[in-house]
């Protein structure tokens, strides 16, 4: 079975030997290494190709949106995940803009708490799909199934998806759909689950990209959408705020805050009801970390936290002595680093056919030592000779573009990494800044009182002192006019003092707003670079992708060819008793290489 193809997944072989893994078109019916009776594949797209170098090998979870494979990088031997939309949804351009997006802003973050997105595409039949590093751990959701989780560790999991979202918003990028499922725990060095990974930025939003959303759209899960997000598409980084409020109120207590049989039940309790507090549930909960929750609930957006940052100090706080609440260290630039690719050509499908091409030899030698082989045996052992060699060629040209492509994704991880700490570092002092602006303004409440105050009693004396004649000239004096004349120049006194006051008070806050403008204009700026940068490496690496993609094709036909011939070669004499320990070692150079999983 093949098919047009153009820049993504190679013809689908149909089916598999489950002895030897080798990969057959639908019309074989036996290996020609071990003759065992081939099977369907469980899953055309294992054992496929994609972009000339991913193998997919296995499928690791599956959606109602995507499904997820393990995969490898054929020409560097790395490990990866590939995440393939679900075929029957690829005509949906909103769900394929998703899939683009997710791959843009999860790549461009670059931060340890977010995953990697390692690269991107379309399969030939025009299915989106991204390629990812590969998580060993569990979802949050699994872990708070089993039961409310202890403060300390809710704060030490909290502070590492709060730094998360921290980078996310600092780089203008909205999750828009945070959630436990979303939120990937890894294993540490240890083995134990520390490790917490923001996934799924598919319906991410940022203020730079064009809306997905029409008008009355709704997208998010219902349990930990804000209250403005029912109401306005244009929620900001506050509605994400929320959202993390829902999942550490659901992590101490081991429950939602809200609970409806219905969608719009949990829109209307978000809107309306006020979250019971958590030290109703859980007595022990530090006080401190129930007021953040609390805040971070709040129904006015302005009343939550700052942002990330300011979370992520206060949940800095709450980490247990001895747990770690640091950063890791930033990547040591690309030049000091080992390097990713691997040193000589992966022992799979080059070496294998090396192996039965030597056996054929000894297998042709033996049967005809005279010399007097059949012509088409004879043609087969030339032709897989010379497919063998081209095959050498283009993976030896393919593994020095991929080492130019490598080149070019760590230059671009490293320039990720450099601005991302640049960013985070001013984004740090933004967020003291924000809630320096936001404090003065809450202080300075009792100046602009007093001003209005004194200014209604110096409106009151100078009535009175009017009613009394005052502004004309007086035929005789009196106490009460001289008093009221008093009174208003006391008035006018303490309104001129309050308002001087009121006056400084509003400067201080002015000046703390032009703290807050210029820094959002430094973080604004370096922004700008980083959207130079992924637009600069996106041009470099599409020609080596194309190259890539083109020898990875041209590999796979030749490789289907040999399959072909090695049938061709073999069938005439299988029945030779004389060949049978060659055939038996044969069948032994077929056994998959170690380390590669055969298709289940």
Known sequence: MTRKRRFGIMPLPMKVCPSCGLKYPDEND???????????????????????????????????????????????????????????????????????????????IAHPNIIEIYDYGETDDGVPFLVMEILDGEPLDKLIERGPLPPGRVAELGVQIARGLARAHDFDVLHRDLKPENIFVCRGPDGSLSHPKILDFGIARSMHDTRLTSAGQIFGTPQYMAPERVTSIDAGAESDLYALGVILFEMVTGRLPFESKDIPGFFIKHMQEAPPRPSALVPTIPRRLEDLILA???????????????????????????????????????????????????????????????????????????????????????????????????????????????????????????????????????????????GASTEIEPYLTADTAAYDAYEKAHETFLGMGGGEVLFEPSQAAAAAARELGEALDRWFLAKSAAQKAQNWVESKQRDVTDLEFQVTALRAQLERLETSYEVDRASAEETLAQSGEEVGRLEARMTELGGVFVEPLRSRRDLGDLFARLQQEGTPAAGIQRPS
């Open 30 to 108: 036996r290996c020609f290494v071990d003759k065992v009776v081939l099977e369907p594949l469980p899953d055309e797209r294992i054992g496929t190709l994609l972009k000339g170098r991913y193998q997919i090998e296995a499928p690791l979870g599956e959606g109602g949106m995507a499904i997820v494979y393990r995969a490898r990088n054929t020409l560097v031997e790395r490990p990866v995940a590939v995440k393939v939309m679900n075929a029957n949804l690829k005509s949906d351009a909103a769900l394929k803009e998703r899939f683009r997006r997710e791959a843009k802003n999860a790549a461009a």
């Open 296 to 438: 971070l609930l709040e129904k006015d957006p302005q009343k939550r936290p700052v942002d990330a940052h300011a979370v992520t100090k206060e949940l800095v706080a709450l980490v247990p002595q001895g747990a770690s609440a640091a950063l890791p260290p930033p990547p040591a630039p690309a030049a000091a680093r080992p390097a990713a690719v691997a040193p000589t050509l992966p022992p799979t499908t080059l070496e294998r056919w090396a192996g039965r091409t030597a056996l054929f030899e000894q297998m042709l030698q033996r049967a005809y030592p005279g010399g007097d082989a059949p012509p088409s045996i004879v043609q087969a052992l030339a032709e897989i000779r010379t497919i063998l060699g081209r095959i050498h060629e283009l993976r030896s040209e393919g593994l020095r573009e991929q080492r130019k492509l490598e080149s070019m994704e760590q230059n671009a991880r490293d320039g990720r990494t450099r601005l991302g700490h640049a960013v985070h570092v001013l984004a740090e002092d933004l967020s003291n800044a924000r809630a320096s602006a936001r």
